[in-house]
């Protein structure tokens, strides 16, 4: 089956159409500084969507430019960050006059110093170039070096190409030598091993033709400037000038050649540009951006903190989300230097010499890819999404012979570790399959951890449910989660009429269990938004084939705890404890079969207080590393108290999230991990998510408003709910004062509070 990746249009009725103006600015969440950076990781962040910076001035006065893209993936499957560029300026404008301010309307760095001096840096949306246009009062030269540091090959051992005989090597990047008036330097992937032996792991022949994303992708830079000459192949010298503007193009493309690449970054140096078109366009767009939808919220004492630390989980978004590849979950493109930002989580506390290193390395570990993807959908940003979606339907036509050769039946399987072509990590699955059956993972943690799939194709229909693309839902949605249904029919037998998950693993928390909740509230959800979509997008076939196929899912499993009825991990767990997710609340999120307006609230609620984290009666303690209440980092607790109405836990959780900068970085919008590397974009997304979902929940086809919001708070917000509508909203003491929504038609559909309350007349716009 081959699935056509299509891009997404969504109109939303916004033509000549005055939308509700908001009184409060993004730029009022700006960063500024006035004491210098002790370590460059110490840094202000930038990005185009795939170009991304990390801007630091050191107490010398030398500015720090750590350049990143999103796609830059090596042959050994690691991102990698591109280099440092450092800009020092004769004389230095800093030693007495100091200040780096982050305006974030036009996505602009700014930098003042003494007589005059002023350094705009800024990275081009429109185009892949750094800008750092410097102007003085006094003649000043500029001095240029760029800071490479795999100058040699290295063999790669990561946990996800565990297994691969002699591990793969990663090639040095090169350095153009004798270059005239520029600084270029290159990293190109020059094996195909870690992709050979991925294929060759899934136990099924090399398909004919496959397209290994990784080959022969080059990605690097070059750095050109006014009146600029080489010293070196690593450095350049400016003559004296008032105003020098300094560039750093980058590209990220697979290229037959190294000449091809180039070719093309050399070109694009060398086309004119006019600088203040360009500009105006890159400003424009981030202007648009910060209005297309925001959270304000006044109130109450931590209202402005927890309001930017909303503003900068979108900021990232937009800095990383249009890449060929996902945001990835421990740090996207901007991980520090973990030799000058220790790591904070419960394996240790440490530094590490390799500048590429980052946290539980560069798997795609589904739960918690997953996260940044779940707060972009009321923010209306679902172009980036399609990197997570296209991860998937990339290796779909393979894991699902992958599933057909090593169980012998029809449907896909989805594992929880994956590469980034879409299939299973070998490191995981067992490179070495001796003493292995066929299909069987050599990870004890995974082994039946196959939740993803489902979740996958709850995300897809949710995304149809927002955009209403009926050639996305014929295309993808439905073709992938039919599979997968398929699938859980097939592999596994029946008992009493029902299917019947004996002995598998329920997420990492238990890994000998019966019935577990995310398999069954997974498969109720998506039979059910399979069944919902018009008759005209599938065939009574398969209409027949699902409604029969839901009959025979088990019902939702529930316990007893102290007299309380709750919803359970599984029908019956056999295993002790050996993470602490809250698996019991997959029925709440992602699969929303219980929360407000929706039946059994006070169950749901109820398993909330009596969640598996914070009781030992259900496979024993809390393993040692994680003694009593786990919060943030990719544990989704707070989304799950929106999405059943507990306001006070989600307002609390939601208020702690979004203010916990890293301590040896001063930019708040970098956030402190609990389990894994900063900028922890599990830990804010989750946060963004919850606050997202206090203020709007679709429930079925209602828009239901303020289901958690505080009575003591005060909100302007414009958020996208399902079916191309977007509300926008002030909200005075918890309640609303002004409503505007497009399309108006679907003014029918809006509650207010648990109580599914119709708004007042006079509060619409």
């Not at 032996?197 to 992708?217: F, G």
């Not at 039946?409 to 292995?436: F, K, N």
């Not at 505080?710 to 509508?725: D, G, H, M, V």
Request: charged share 25%.
């Amino acid at each position: 089956m081959k699935f056509k990746i299509t891009s997404i249009l969504i109109c939303l009725c916004l033509v000549s159409i005055k939308l509700y103006s908001q009184s409060i600015s993004v730029d009022e969440y700006n960063v500024s500084w006035t004491e210098k950076s002790k370590i460059a990781s110490d840094a202000m962040p930038l990005g185009n969507g795939t170009t991304g910076a990390l801007v630091s001035v050191l107490e010398d006065g030398h500015i720090w430019i750590s350049v990143r893209h999103i796609d830059a993936w090596s042959e050994a499957h690691r991102l990698l960050k591109l280099g440092d560029v450092e800009v020092e300026v004769t004389p230095n404008p800093f030693n007495t006059t100091f200040k780096q301010e982050l305006i974030l309307s036009d996505g602009v760095i700014y930098l003042e110093g003494k007589d005059g001096f002023k350094s705009k840096i800024w990275i081009d949306k429109n185009n892949s170039v750094i800008h750092v246009e410097n102007d003085s009062d006094l003649k000043f030269k500029l001095n240029i070096k760029l800071h490479n540091w795999r100058d040699e090959a290295q063999v790669i051992n990561e946990t996800n190409l565990k297994g691969i005989p002699g591990g793969v090597t990663e090639s040095a990047d090169v350095i153009i030598p004798n270059n005239t008036n520029a600084i270029t330097w290159y990293h190109r992937n020059n094996t195909t091993k870690a992709f050979d032996w991925t294929i060759k792991a899934l136990e099924i022949p090399k398909p004919e033709n496959l397209d290994n994303v990784l080959e022969n992708r080059t990605f690097g830079a070059m750095i050109v400037g006014d009146k600029m000459s080489n010293i070196s192949d690593t450095t350049m010298t400016s003559k004296p000038r008032k105003c020098n503007h300094l560039k750093i193009y980058t590209l990220n493309k697979r290229t037959k050649t190294v000449d091809n690449w180039l070719d093309e970054i050399k070109a694009s140096s060398s086309k004119k540009e006019n600088i203040k078109t360009n500009w105006k366009a890159h400003a424009s767009w981030w202007n648009t951006f910060w209005k297309s939808s925001y959270i304000h919220l006044t109130g109450f004492k931590e209202a402005k903190q927890t309001s930017a630390g909303y503003a900068y989980t979108m900021y990232l978004n937009a800095m990383a989300g249009e890449g060929e590849f996902p945001i990835i979950w421990n740090g996207s493109m901007f991980a520090p230097d973990l030799n000058e930002v220790l790591q904070r989580n419960h394996t240790g506390i440490k530094h590490f010499k390799d500048k590429d290193h980052r946290s539980w390395g560069n798997l795609m570990l589904h739960q918690n890819v997953r996260l940044p993807f779940y707060s972009m959908n009321a923010a209306g940003q679902f172009k980036y999404a399609n990197s997570f979606i296209n991860l998937y339907i990339r290796g779909f036509d393979l894991m699902k012979e992958h599933s057909n050769t090593v169980f012998g039946h029809e449907g896909t399987v989805i594992r929880e570790s994956t590469t980034l072509w879409g299939v299973i990590a070998p490191g995981v699955y067992g490179v070495d399959r001796e003493g292995l059956e066929p299909g069987q993972q050599q990870s004890r943690w995974h082994r039946t951890h196959w939740n993803a799939g489902l979740e996958v194709a709850w995300y897809l229909s949710e995304r149809f449910d927002y955009t209403q693309n009926e050639t996305f839902a014929k295309e993808e949605f439905i073709p992938f989660a039919s599979e997968i249904v398929k699938f859980f029919d097939l592999h596994w037998p029946h008992k009493d009429g029902k299917l019947y998950f004996p002995d598998v693993h329920v997420l990492e928390s238990f890994r000998d269990a019966d019935n577990p909740m995310p398999f069954i509230a997974g498969l109720h959800s998506v039979l059910n938004s399979l069944l919902k979509l018009p008759n005209h997008l599938t065939t009574e076939t398969d209409r027949t084939y699902w409604k029969a196929l839901l009959t025979r899912v088990p019902e939702v499993p529930t316990r007893d705890r102290n007299g309380t009825k709750i919803l359970a991990n599984a029908e019956v767990i056999k295993s002790k404890k050996a993470n602490v997710e809250v698996a019991e609340l997959y029925s709440v999120f992602p699969y929303h079969l219980y929360g407000v307006g929706l039946p059994d609230l006070k169950m749901a609620q109820d398993t909330y207080k009596n969640r598996t984290t914070l009781v030992n009666d259900v496979g024993g303690e809390n393993p040692k590393w994680a003694p009593g209440y786990i919060r943030g980092g990719w544990h989704p607790e707070a989304i799950m108290a929106a999405m059943v109405g507990l306001t006070d836990s989600v307002q609390k959780e939601v208020v702690w999230a979004l203010h916990r900068p890293v301590p040896e970085q001063r930019y708040p919008g970098f956030f402190m991990s609990t389990h894994d590397g900063t900028p922890d974009v599990q830990h804010s997304s989750v946060a963004a998510t919850a606050l997202q979902r206090m203020i709007l929940q679709n429930v079925e086809n209602k828009i239901v408003l303020l289901p958690a919001f505080p009575s003591n708070w005060n909100c302007e917000f414009k958020l996208y709910a399902k079916q191309n509508t977007i509300v926008e909203g002030k909200v005075v003491n918890g309640e609303i004062k002004k409503l505007k929504i497009t399309p108006f038609n679907r003014k029918k559909d809006v509650f207010i509070g648990q109580k599914l309350k119709t708004p007042k007349p006079e509060i619409w716009n």
